[in-house]
């Protein structure tokens, strides 16, 4: 017969743990891998794997295509995934999106041939329009009172119009350079996405407190991405201007310098203002600016 101490880390062990799924290979895959790093979470690494467990954290990891993801999640076969939020929209399963992870980022937009004049979705009336989103762009053409024809297609959405398939596309976007050489432009913008974290329904508790516990280190890893450390050098006559000028996250570090009449100043601040802030500085006679990231924040 089991103790009480072993059937409790047993119960632990089987329920506390959680099996997380990612996209095998793509372009979330990396991102994936890396963030996992970043939250402390080392994985032993197979080739060829479809999955593979942590080494210091209560998670196993299956490797799946991105498209399978939501529905694993559904059914309890992973308890957790990472993944596209166009994937979870198209999908339309019944899960849980618990925390967006800074990556991934895109748009699913509507495109038409670059010399067409769209000057809003009624263009779209009767037309035909090739995706692989059929979910999310019918969505978009009932919200806009619009009758097109759909026609699903699984990859290279974006040579329908040239040959002669469609005349307008809903297909992910990030740079814009596939529609520039494939000769379109981008006339609607249906989604901003990003890859999210995904939850099952029925999580136990303790599983739920494992995922607490992910969901913390991914939101240290993301609040250090956004914000970058800051030192410069001070001259004591324009201190308070330029501590008027850094928010960070109490009030900055001021440390005398060696030499007489300047300080060492020490802050956070986000990265979206930085350059605003690095330029007042400079003209409030700050020098030696050093901007160094910053790898975890826990505030
Ligand atoms: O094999 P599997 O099914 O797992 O992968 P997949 O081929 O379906 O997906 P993959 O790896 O191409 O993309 C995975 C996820 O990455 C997507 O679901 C999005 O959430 C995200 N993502 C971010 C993108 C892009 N950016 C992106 N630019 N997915 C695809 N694209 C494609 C787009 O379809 C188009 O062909 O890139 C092209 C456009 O890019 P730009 O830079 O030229 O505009
Ligand atoms: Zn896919």
Redesign the pocket.
């Known amino acids: 017969m089991k103790s009480t101490n072993e059937v409790a880390s047993n119960n632990y062990d089987n329920g506390g743990k959680l099996k997380l799924a990612i996209?095998?290979?793509?372009?979330?895959?990396d991102d994936s891998m890396k963030l996992l790093k970043e939250c402390g979470i080392d994985i032993s690494n197979g080739v060829n794997r479809l999955k593979a467990d942590a080494n210091n954290f209560p998670l196993e990891v299956f490797f799946?295509?991105?498209?399978d993801i939501p529905q694993y999640v559904e059914d309890g076969v992973a308890d957790i995934g990472f993944?596209?939020?166009?994937?979870v929209y198209e999908k339309n399963k019944e899960v849980i999106e618990v925390e967006k992870l800074g990556f991934?980022?895109?748009r699913l937009s509507i495109a038409v041939g670059r010399n067409e004049e769209y000057v809003d979705a009624n263009y779209l009336q009767g037309k035909k329009i090739a995706t692989s989103y059929p979910v999310i762009t019918q969505a978009f053409l009932d919200k806009n009172g619009i009758n097109a024809d759909i026609h699903e297609i699984s990859?290279?959405?974006?040579i329908a119009p040239g040959i002669g398939l469609a005349e307008a596309i809903c297909?992910?976007?990030?740079?814009?350079?596939?529609?520039f050489m494939n000769g379109l432009k981008e006339v609607e913008v249906i989604l901003k996405?990003?890859?999210t974290l995904i939850k099952n329904k029925n999580l136990n508790a303790a599983q739920q407190q494992v995922l607490d516990k992910l969901i913390f280190r991914i939101q240290s890893v993301k609040k250090a991405k956004h914000n970058k450390y800051v030192l410069l050098n001070a001259p004591n006559d324009q201190l308070d201007k330029i501590i008027a000028l850094l928010p960070g996250m109490k009030s900055p570090t001021v440390l005398p310098l060696a030499t007489e009449g300047w300080s060492s100043v020490h802050t956070v601040i986000k990265e979206s203002d930085f350059w605003d802030i690095i330029e007042q500085l400079k003209e409030l006679g700050a020098q030696g600016i050093l901007v160094v990231p910053i790898e975890k924040m826990i505030i």
């Open positions: 996209q095998k290979s793509g372009r979330l895959n799946l295509r991105d498209d993944v596209g939020e166009n994937v991934g980022k895109c990859g290279s959405v974006e297909d992910l976007v990030s740079s814009g350079s596939t529609l996405s990003e890859a």
